[in-house]
């Protein structure tokens, strides 16, 4: 296990909180139905800075001059152990994961107010979770209490998950190395879907060839619900029923990735059900491919994060005015917002811990800049759906190739590889 890269973050988080003290629990266990729990899926952030995977814990950074990292967790207890399955308890926390003192979570209410006490500021995320909110606070006026005995309490409260997000946004070289699996296995996920996609298939049953996928090369499973959507399916953004028949001579749009150590991939594919791209599909996908490329050129170090959507609208636009969808001139209908019935939504987003990862698009009024280290998506589309402003044989094509990116100090990495191309996917799927 690399406690170094987790620890490091930590010195990083130390950097930014100077004197203060810092209080992130992780996520709550969540009952699915009477007696029946969710699958587990610790909080990212917490994740972040810990590398801890059991539920109940909370984690505290005491800055100062000799900063600490404290764990608060589940004791080891047999019984439990023996209905639930194995559990560090604070001992093995401590020995495990590289934190400076680990307590039973039970303590944490009595050890707080001792904690804060003396520190200038509390980094929380208030009104992240009412239940949190009311014991630090119960904490806090414990403290407040104990003026007259010469105790002070945080006077100011900082936004602890803003700061954490802001890091998150630049990878390093521990989250780069799991995102590049998650990305070879979902890249496998959607060339097994596409090699045994045939008409009369259910999507869902693309579906469970993706998720065999990934849980037999070691992913803990889907990152976030796929979608596979085919024929005018694929022009509803987030469809997830994925229940219905796929069509010969129909387009099947998968937008699917899976978890790594915590990570995503997110890749979408759109490719014809019987293997073959009609005329029709074939011009409109290969617009949509074109303004992907022209997405990508756009991305380097020190480019507007927005920069790779214009590249990619222009393209679009461009392609639609070919299709006789739109008229008028490029710079116009861009201006007027023409193309958003077709491409309503933004051309990519942060990926990492989170599928939509953490940090700002925009810094004060501008958009971020792209740093090397940092990940995106890149997700042009075209959405036409069956409309009486459509030309008859583009009617209900629904079509997103999306890709993954690293920001490098050359420009960008396309580290996904799902085939993508016309070519590419026809001789993939070429029954013959």
Aim: hydrophobic share 40%; glycine share 8%.
């Amino acid at each position: 296990m690399n406690t170094d890269a987790h620890a490091a973050r930590r010195r990083a988080l130390f950097d930014r909180i100077g004197d203060g003290i810092a209080i992130l629990p992780t996520a709550r266990e969540k009952t699915r139905n009477r007696d029946t729990h969710y699958p587990y899926r610790f909080d990212s952030d917490f994740w972040y800075l810990s590398n801890f995977p059991e539920p109940d814990a909370i984690l505290v950074l005491v800055g100062g001059t000799a900063p600490r990292t404290i764990l608060f967790c589940r004791e080891k207890d047999a019984e439990r152990e023996t209905w639930d399955g194995f559990r560090y308890g604070p001992a093995g926390a401590r020995e495990v994961f590289g934190v400076d003192e680990a307590y039973p979570c039970g303590e944490f209410d009595t050890r707080l107010p001792d904690l804060l006490a003396g520190h200038p500021s509390l980094w929380f995320t208030l009104g992240h979770d009412a239940g949190w909110d009311a014991r630090v606070t119960a904490a806090l006026n414990a403290v407040r209490a104990q003026r007259r005995a010469g105790k002070q309490a945080p006077t100011v409260l900082h936004d602890l998950r803003r700061e954490i997000e802001h890091l998150r946004r630049v990878k390093d070289t521990t989250e780069i190395g799991h995102m590049r699996r998650a990305a070879a296995i979902t890249s496998a996920g959607h060339v097994r879907a596409m090699q045994r996609c045939r008409p009369g298939l259910p999507e869902y049953a693309l579906e469970a060839e993706l998720s065999h996928e990934f849980r037999v090369s070691g992913a803990a499973g889907h990152a976030y619900p796929p979608i596979v959507a085919g024929g005018a399916g694929a022009c509803v953004l987030h469809y997830v029923n994925n229940d219905q028949t796929l069509a010969d001579g129909s387009l099947v749009l998968i937008d699917a990735g899976c978890e790594v150590e915590g990570y995503a991939a997110d890749i979408t594919r759109t490719f014809p059900v019987n293997g073959r791209f009609t005329s029709a599909q074939r011009d409109v996908y290969e617009i949509v491919l074109a303004a992907q490329a022209a997405a990508i050129a756009a991305l380097r170090p020190g480019a507007s994060f927005i920069d790779d959507h214009d590249a990619a609208v222009r393209v679009l636009v461009r392609g639609l005015v070919d299709l006789g969808i739109l008229q008028g001139d490029i710079d116009g209908l861009i201006e007027q917002n023409a193309y958003q019935p077709y491409y309503m939504h933004r051309t990519g987003h942060w990926l990492g811990l989170d599928v939509h990862d953490a940090g700002e698009y925009k810094d004060e009024d501008q958009w971020a800049r792209l740093e090397s280290g940092m990940v995106l998506t890149v997700e042009p589309g075209l959405y036409l759906r069956p409309d009486a402003a459509i030309p008859e044989a583009l009617r209900g094509i629904g079509i997103r190739i999306e890709d993954d990116v690293l920001i490098t100090d050359d420009g960008a990495d396309v580290y996904t590889t799902a085939p993508k191309t016309v070519a590419d996917i026809e001789a993939l799927m070429r029954h013959d």
